[in-house]
């Protein structure tokens, strides 16, 4: 597969894996102030959104929009495991 078709949803998915964190990591740190934990989430989707944003303009010259947004919609599912590792641990 050529690097055009790939490098898009590689970006994609380690975009999902910033957004897991900027949504549900702050759920670790429970006795931080929730202003720090909003600052701090707001921090973290903005990598989200510097690997987001390259990849929808690189993935539009060789995917649909509707094919883009299907695949952002099913990353969650492959990059779970990755995030899940640093965000969710056993109690």
């Not at 380690?14 to 964190?21: D, E, P, Y």
């Not at 900027?22 to 510097?50: N, R």
């Not at 987001?52 to 952002?72: D, E, F, I, T």
Request: with cysteine; charged share 15%.
């Amino acid at each position: 597969m050529p690097l055009d078709r790939i490098l898009p949803i590689a970006l994609l998915l380690g975009s999902n894996v910033f957004m897991t964190f900027a949504w549900y990591g702050h759920l670790k740190y429970k006795s931080t102030p929730l202003v720090v934990a909003i600052f701090a989430s707001w921090g973290i989707a903005f990598f989200e959104y510097c690997l987001m944003v390259p990849a929808n303009r690189m993935g539009s010259s060789v995917y649909s929009a509707p094919q883009l947004k299907g695949c952002r919609r099913s990353s969650p599912c492959w990059s779970s495991p990755a995030s899940r590792r640093g965000t969710w641990t056993s109690r």
